[in-house]
């Protein structure tokens, strides 16, 4: 397991679960409020968004926990074919729960599955954001994406995946 220090204490990443399942659509309908248009309309749909991207993202679905309990999720395909990019480690979902956001939950969760990536040969990490979430596509750009397209109400982000220390 991948750890690190947020800001109130250790943040454990590991995989994620069928049993996590309930837990997360709660956690991603209150991380998607104000901001509904992205999300999904009801907890069903959520659930059953989740459970896809429990199937498709075998290795990369990872929850986050603190203080004993599960704070944060993200669902990343380690080998995802982008008509566009070629091969790039994908990343379709992440979400911190509001009280734990700014608290390095988010960055731990990227770093996660940016050694998946680096694991699995990739070097070039994507994700798409809706375009009126601010607050992310600021996060994702101090954190080295830049936003390459669009598509309808979505913007189309990437970075090179950073090296770990020591390699």
Known sequence: MLEGRPATGTVTIRPGTL???PVLVDLFM???RGLEEYGEESPDEARHYLK???RTCKEGFLVAEAEGKVVGFIAACSDWKDWELGRVLEIHEIAVAPAWQGKGVGRALLKAVFALGQACGMTLAALWVGERNY???SWYAKL???EIGRW???MRMICTIPVAKGE
């Open 19 to 21: 049993e996590d399942i």
């Open 30 to 32: 209150k991380a998607y």
């Open 52 to 54: 896809w991207l429990r």
């Open 135 to 137: 607050r992310a596509r």
């Open 144 to 146: 080295g994406f830049r």
């Open 152 to 154: 309808g109400e979505w």
